[in-house]
């Protein structure tokens, strides 16, 4: 399993960002996926949650009407859409996904909001 986050950077409060992550090494359409992050000095938190086919997302409620995750089961990949961030959202954003009793994690990246 690799997991492959890009799409991270600095943004001014209020701005967006989109970050993108590749999947491979198992049958990416099978498998729910989640987006976590880790601010400095805090435990790691669980963002947002697509399920397999897209059909159902989840969010927690720090970011629930900013964010926004899908996916293109065609492109292996998963997306979390962050609008009118804030500085609290600066973070390490990671992608997981739990496999056969197992979670898997990308190496993350990094959201830096600040003006």
């Known amino acids: 399993v690799q997991l492959v986050e890009s799409g991270g950077g600095l943004v001014q409060p209020g701005g967006s960002l989109r970050l993108s992550c590749a999947a491979s090494?198992?049958?990416?359409?099978?498998?729910?996926m989640s987006w976590y992050r880790q601010a400095p000095g805090k435990e790691r938190e669980w963002v947002a949650r697509?399920?397999?086919?897209?059909?159902?997302?989840y969010y927690a409620d720090s970011v629930k009407g900013r964010f926004t995750i899908s996916r293109d089961n065609a492109k292996n990949t998963v997306y979390l859409q962050m609008n009118s961030l804030k500085p609290e959202d600066t973070a390490v954003y990671y992608c997981?996904?739990?496999?056969?009793?197992?979670?898997?994690w990308g190496k993350g990246t990094l959201v830096t909001v600040s003006s």
């Open positions: 997981n996904v739990r496999r056969q009793g197992m979670d898997f």
């Open positions: 090494g198992f049958i990416f359409s099978n498998y729910a």
């Open positions: 697509i399920t397999s086919a897209g059909g159902s997302k």
